[in-house]
């Protein structure tokens, strides 16, 4: 799960196209390879193979700031969840 740190005054808020997830990122782009389902670089590729090609597949919906970021960490936390709010 990503989460910004306390203290945060401005992130962006995006959701991916192939595996639908949202999260907060304190990088602001347009589009950003998804953390969830983005592929990472294999280091041991031998020398026929090909580098796997990252996609930008996550887009940004809007920038979020001030007290709205913790607000709307807090509630993607509890989709997450599955909706435990216990920990509220």
């Known amino acids: 799960m990503y989460f ?3 203290g945060t005054l401005v992130c962006g808020l995006y959701e991916c196209e ?3 997830m949202r999260y907060l990122s304190l990088k602001i782009a347009p589009v950003m390879v ?3 389902c983005g592929e990472e670089v ?3 590729l031998g020398p026929d193979d090909a580098m ?3 996609t930008e597949k996550a887009k940004l919906i809007r920038v979020v700031e001030g007290e709205e970021i913790e607000l709307m960490d807090g ?3 509890l989709a ?3 909706g435990d709010v216990d920990w509220i």
């Open 4 to 6: 910004v740190p306390d």
């Open 18 to 20: 192939d595996c639908g």
């Open 34 to 36: 998804c953390p969830y």
């Open 42 to 44: 294999d280091m041991e």
């Open 52 to 54: 796997p090609e990252n």
């Open 75 to 77: 509630l993607l936390s």
């Open 80 to 82: 997450i969840t599955g």
